[in-house]
């Protein structure tokens, strides 16, 4: 007679899901891919690659039809489309690898438990999402079936940069003016459904303790910065210190630094700022389709909005340096705030300032009239999908 205890025990979860697939583009060379999943709180990166799959002429027709998906040089038919191959390929994948998963990873971590994330009893931190468990295998068939290859020792061909550097000084300045230096571990994560916690990559949204007292938990923006992003981290920092010694009205719709998340060693995996949840609108728009759509004394509470942040920005001593509707995000009552105060010129941005003029007063009013001159644009069309609130998220 079977026990009761196992007749009673729960069936092992597998939650999954490919979070990126990282294609190589190189011309001429192999139709090589790494896929990411996130498995029962696990990162795992499969290798794939022609060369280890030529065996299993079914399953190097559906890869190849995937590469090509995922490199845009798929040919679409009638019966096929584009996303569908890349959905069908990655649910296909990750039932290929479900006896590995069982293998490797057969429980799910208390903080990403579906049932306790429901109730709020679990509540995961950053540092599970910056610093997972982390598995590499070489996909490998014969025969059509599969064989996933621990890949560990081999080179990695894709590399994930968390952490950055920050001068010693510029910490040293940013905490004396109050901003607050945590550890990933003491930030938990704020998700809006339980499979945003369960598949998110690294999230956004996190609920930070920033004056130390355990009670009150302030929402935050996380921002990381991703390889490369050393420059971009530090002139960000810069520009958010230049912030906190002005006399900038602390009303003033800018987005601020309230936080600097750290690793042991002193490195920086990335900011937290101010937490804008959009409603109908995102950021202001930026082309004549979309704006066609935005109630014409919307735009206007707009235009005043973003004249009056400019004016409090220069009297404060500040440049915004980013006079673009894309720096303009919308909050969720409507209204209007500035970030960009670090960034150079960027030629995405052709015809709301001047090259020669970025980063001065000169090119922030320029940018300003231009902005006005596109919000004052007086025709408007109805918008069925405006007509509804969308789900809070983020866009910096």
Not at 162 to 176: D, F, G, S, T, Y
Not at 202 to 224: A, I, Q
């Amino acid at each position: 007679m079977a026990s009761t205890s196992s007749s009673t025990e729960k069936p092992p979860l597998i939650l999954a899901k490919v979070l990126m697939n990282h294609h190589s583009h190189e011309s001429g060379g192999p139709e090589d891919c790494i896929t990411c999943i996130r498995c029962n709180g696990r990162l795992f990166y499969i290798g794939m690659s022609p060369v280890f799959i030529c065996g299993s002429p079914v399953i190097e027709s559906r890869y190849r039809k995937f590469t090509g998906a995922g490199k845009g040089t798929f040919v679409s038919t009638d019966e096929e489309h584009e996303e569908q191959v890349l959905e069908d390929f990655q649910n296909w994948l990750i039932a290929a690898l479900e006896p590995l998963f069982l293998e490797v990873c057969p429980d799910v971590p208390p903080s990403f438990d579906p049932e306790k994330l429901a109730t709020g009893e679990a509540r995961p931190v950053l540092s599970e999402y910056l610093f997972p468990d982390e598995y590499y295998y070489r996909l490998e068939t014969d025969k059509e079936k599969v064989f996933p290859v621990c890949s560990e020792d081999e080179d990695r061909q894709f590399i994930h940069s968390a952490v950055k550097h920050m001068h010693p000084e510029l910490a040293e300045e940013l905490e004396q003016h109050g901003v607050k230096f945590l550890d990933p571990s003491e930030i938990e994560v704020a998700f809006q459904d339980t499979k945003e916690a369960l598949f998110t990559r690294e999230p956004t949204r996190v609920l930070v303790d920033t004056d130390g007292s355990g009670r009150n938990k302030t929402l935050c923006h996380y921002k990381s910065f991703g390889p490369g992003g050393q420059i971009a981290l530090e002139k960000e920092a810069e520009a958010h210190l230049r912030v906190l010694l002005s006399t900038l009205a602390p009303d003033a719709r800018v987005l601020r630094l309230l936080g600097v998340v750290t690793v042991p060693g002193g490195m920086v995996t990335g900011l937290l700022l101010t937490q804008i949840d959009h409603g109908r609108y995102n950021t202001c728009p930026s082309y004549e389709g979309l704006l066609l759509h935005v109630p014409i004394p919307l735009r206007q509470r707009w235009k005043r909005q973003i004249g009056e942040t400019v004016e409090q920005l220069h009297e404060a001593g500040l440049i915004w340096g980013g006079a673009t509707p894309w720096n303009v995000l919308i909050d969720r009552n409507d209204d209007a705030w500035m970030i960009g105060f670090s960034g150079g010129y960027a030629e995405g941005w052709p015809g709301w300032v001047d090259e020669d003029k970025f980063g001065t007063k000169e090119g922030d009013l320029q940018g300003l009239a231009r902005i006005v001159e596109h919000l004052s644009n007086e025709e408007y069309e109805e918008y069925e999908e405006f007509k509804y609130d969308s789900c809070s998220d983020d866009f910096m």
